[in-house]
């Protein structure tokens, strides 16, 4: 059983550029949430995804977005970067309400 | 609105010794509740979680969390720790109608030697 993958481990971006995220989901999984945890801080709930369409949302602002595929990976989005935007990208997969497993993050710095 | 809070950033403790890693958590409905570590440059693993039943929920890693309704804390505790315990661990709930998981700030344990 293959877990949950996250590309790239890690990038640099300058601010006001766009980055995608990718997430491939657990075998047999066809939720995908993203979470954004911060240096020092606990992950924060982005959005997640439930066979293709956006199930939930955080207090995210729209520039963060995101899509499902028919396979269940996911990207995430994110438009006009920001410094703040530094920080360790999540991806978890689950079977519906079932219980999430997490990538290993992709870390992302913008300079 | 739910939330939840780990009472300290940083526990240090000598190997071999207890440890308790405090969590307490506000919510209005019924919840579950989970703890999760995060070892240096990793995921999220989950230790252990309380869905219902037993007050007392044992995980990986020979830990083990008592769920308190009255005083809404879900405390982890291990009766003797290992250096491998080193890590970030984070306390969580989610609302049962819900999916989204709110994390707390999270505790790093420091293993002594």
């Known amino acids: 059983e293959t877990g949950v993958t996250q590309s790239p481990t890690h990038l640099i971006k300058t601010r006001g550029q766009q980055v995608t995220l990718r997430c491939s989901s657990q075998?047999?999984?066809?939720?995908v949430s993203w979470y954004q945890q911060a240096l020092g801080q606990g992950p924060q709930f982005i959005f997640q995804y439930y066979r293709e369409e956006e199930n939930g949302r955080g207090n995210f602002p729209p520039r963060f977005s995101g899509l499902q595929f028919p396979n269940y990976s996911s990207e995430l989005n994110v438009n006009a970067l920001e410094l703040d935007d530094s920080a360790l990208y999540l991806c978890?997969?689950?079977?519906?309400?079932?219980?999430?497993?997490f990538g290993p993050g992709t870390r992302l710095t913008v300079t | 609105a739910q939330s939840v809070t780990q009472l300290d950033s940083q526990v240090p403790v000598f190997e071999e010794a207890p440890v308790e890693l405090r969590c307490n958590y506000s919510?209005?409905?019924?919840?579950?509740l989970f703890w999760y570590v995060q070892y240096p440059n990793q995921g999220l693993q989950l230790l252990l979680k309380y869905l219902s039943g037993s007050t007392l929920v044992k995980g990986i890693n020979g830990f083990e969390a008592e769920f308190n309704k009255s005083q809404t804390s879900f405390h982890l505790r291990k009766p003797s720790v290992h250096i491998s315990d080193t890590a970030e661990y984070f306390c969580a709930v989610r609302d049962r109608l819900d999916d989204k998981i709110i994390f707390g700030k999270g505790t790093r344990l420091h293993i002594l030697p």
């Open positions: 919510s209005s409905v019924s919840v579950y």
């Open positions: 978890a997969s689950s079977l519906a309400n079932d219980e999430q497993y």
């Open positions: 075998s047999g999984h066809n939720t």
